[in-house]
């Protein structure tokens, strides 16, 4: 498993097959549970089950049977797993707690939200047997559950269509309608889905983080993750940005779907690497799909606006004894080069933020760069430059975001993927490539002026070593 070509080294990615959204996500007694859409006979979309893992480090993950089957009311699509501590649902049975799980059934087009209970920390799955605990009211789409506990009862938001709807209850069980939100706010390229609801606690008290995952109409075509944020009274989310503004999560092309663990005391959230354009072509085998490095969420005031800000979790227990730091001036015409492992982490200070450079991962004759223009106030990512691209139609491309200044930034690098946390994490992009040869050669140029940074090069070994 470990030597198969692009099969990520420290990122999640199932045995074989397809695989799409994180579900489930919860943390409990000591175990991150990671469920996921899966197909578990092939390597393309297809009647969609929960496949499960488990990890105490979010690194190295257990891979553990399917957890959900379709059945007579569907397929098993997106949803949550909240522990029931106070057995709201009556179905503890012994002191053990129950893990419940709220999922849509998707039939023929049509939707519905049903659970499953765990009484075994999440071994094995028992489906209620009245369901579906939420009928559909007339909507085409209607789906993604995500539960959480606020204070006294349950809040589970839903990805409508167009809108995210808000339903509260006190057992798991019977669910009724509190509020919808997001009809003339937003992007609206494409369909909402995977909704998440997230309190945050700040120094100027609660705010509260509305994601909403769309596809497409991302900021770069295709899927992506934008956010809204504001206050939470229980009933409705309010917005504190006005109805044009829109908050873009990650301005990559690959990352969707992204949601927080429950039952953990700080935002942590994980994400499907991929896009709906061309998540069925990917030049992987025998597995399809892989999920982002696991980030934790923060806010930030920036320019008068409250951003979400994502700091990568460390993987420390996997960083290899080479390991480069230095101070470095970059003339115009001189690059700073070196040959770096296919599982890397390269991280910058800046002197000046303002000083245009180019940065490329170089493979035989092809490479993935990343720009960034002070002038223009811009940071590209071009994929046009790569071999293998044609796939699909949709991959080779240049994708942009607006970036003022680049004090900092922080690569992972891992087989075939990129994330580039830039500035402490407020602006961050999620890229796949597919280059081939044995290593690759990162080369940093700075463009006009002359740049000076301090780096920190490491080498990440594999989570399938010894
Ligand atoms: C998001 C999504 C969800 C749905 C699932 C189906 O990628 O389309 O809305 O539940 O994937 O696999």
Redesign the pocket.
């Known amino acids: 498993m470990s030597h198969e070509k692009f099969r990520p080294q420290y990122h999640f990615s199932p045995r074989k097959n397809w695989i ?2 994180p579900n489930g996500l919860c943390y409990f007694n000591g175990e991150y549970h990671l469920f996921y ?1 899966y197909h578990p006979h092939s390597k393309v ?1 297809g009647p ?1 089950h929960w496949g499960h893992a488990v990890s105490t480090d979010l690194i190295q993950w257990e891979h553990l049977p399917v957890a959900l089957y379709p059945d007579e009311l569907g397929q098993i ?2 949803g949550s797993v909240v522990v029931d501590h106070l057995n709201t649902s009556g179905l503890q049975v012994d002191q053990r707690k129950v893990m419940v799980a709220i999922f ?1 059934h998707h039939k023929e087009g049509h939707e519905t939200q049903s659970i499953a209970y765990s009484r075994d920390e999440g071994r094995t799955w028992e489906k209620y047997h009245l369901n579906p605990v939420l009928d559909n009211p007339g909507l085409k789409d209607f ?2 559950p995500k539960v959480f506990w606020n204070e006294t009862h349950w809040v589970m938001s839903l ?1 409508c269509g167009d809108h995210i709807r808000f339903y509260r209850s006190e057992d798991l069980l019977n669910w009724t309608y509190l509020s919808s939100f997001g009809h003339e706010y937003g992007a609206h390229g494409g369909v909402w ?2 909704p998440d609801l997230i309190r945050f606690q700040t120094d100027a008290g609660e705010k509260w983080v509305l994601i909403v ?1 769309i ?1 497409p109409g991302g900021p770069n075509g295709g899927s992506a993750i934008q956010y809204f944020t504001g206050s939470f009274d229980g009933k409705m989310f309010k917005p504190d940005q006005s109805k044009e503004v829109v908050k873009w999560a990650d301005y990559g092309r690959d990352f ?2 992204a949601v927080t663990w429950s039952n953990l005391a700080e935002p942590l959230w994980i994400g499907w690497m991929n896009n709906w354009q061309y998540a069925n072509e990917g030049p992987t085998h025998p597995f399809r799909g892989s999920m982002s490095i696991p980030r934790k969420l923060y806010l930030k005031e920036v320019e008068g606006k409250t951003m979400l800000v994502q700091k990568p979790i460390e993987v420390t227990p996997l960083l290899k004894e080479r390991t480069e730091s230095e101070c470095i001036c970059l003339k115009p015409e001189h690059a700073f080069s070196r040959v770096i492992q296919r599982q890397s982490s390269f991280q910058a200070t800046i002197k000046s933020g303002f000083v245009a450079f180019d940065l490329s991962i170089k493979g035989e004759g092809e490479q993935l760069t990343i720009n960034f223009n002070p002038f223009k106030q811009c940071l590209k990512v071009d994929r046009t430059g790569l071999k293998l691209v044609q796939f699909s139609k949709e991959f080779a491309s240049v994708d942009s975001m607006s970036v003022k200044y680049v004090n900092d930034f922080h690569l992972f690098i891992d087989e075939c993927s990129i994330e580039i946390f830039i500035n402490q994490g407020t602006k961050v992009m999620t890229e796949l490539f597919y280059m081939n040869g044995d290593s690759f050669t990162l080369e940093w140029k700075a463009n006009k002026t002359e740049l000076q940074a301090k780096y920190r090069l490491e080498e990440i070994s594999s989570i399938y070593e010894p």
């Open positions: 799409n959204d859409q979309w969609m699509f997106s849509t789906r993604d990805a889905e995977c995952s596809n969707y779907a």
